[in-house]
């Protein structure tokens, strides 16, 4: 929501947005969100606020982005959500979804689609835990020896968040087998129990 930040945030940004937009990998460019510009007319992007002035100018001078969006996206009728980018060319069937199409919000989701041909990257086989083969009454009994006041009582969070993950961690490497695996599409953490969950 870049449309509430002052001048000084916005230097921020456009240092930011600027390093990523040099990197030769990041070529293409499509960047999307509620940027909160609700003084902004479309399709020619006028608006008398100068910060408002300042973004647009960054994205289509200096980046070279077209914006997509021309249609409302919120309830209140202001093309609040917007998406730029430098491949409009690759971008097609855009739409702006119906009101709670997408979720229950105030905002109109964006739809489109890109015409990229993108290669994934071979997994590498990773060894993970086998928490269906956890041994939970190890893990549980050797919980409840512990003094937890002792160890974490009157500390900095910043303290007690570490002793208390490698706490769990140690049982964990005891208590749980592990296993390789090498799903590509898949984080470590989504097991058979997910897969039933989301079927």
Sequence with gaps: RVGNLGTDNFDEVRKFLTGLASKKKLDKHILIGDLNFPELNWPDASTSVNLHKSFIDMFTDEFGHTQLIDLPTHKGGNILDLAFTNISD?????????????????????????????SFRKMEKRE???????????????????????????????????????????LCNKYIPKKVIRHQFEPPWFDSDCDRVRR
């Design 90 to 118: 690759l971008i097609t069937d855009v739409r702006v979804l119906g009101h709670n199409e997408a979720c229950k919000s105030d905002h109109f989701g964006i739809d489109f689609k890109v015409g990229l041909d993108v």
């Design 128 to 170: 993970v835990f086998n928490f269906s083969k956890a041994n939970w009454r190890g893990i549980n009994f050797e919980l409840k020896k512990i003094d937890w006041n002792s160890l974490i009582e009157s500390r900095d969070p910043h303290v007690s968040w570490p002793l208390f993950k490698n706490t769990l961690h140690t």
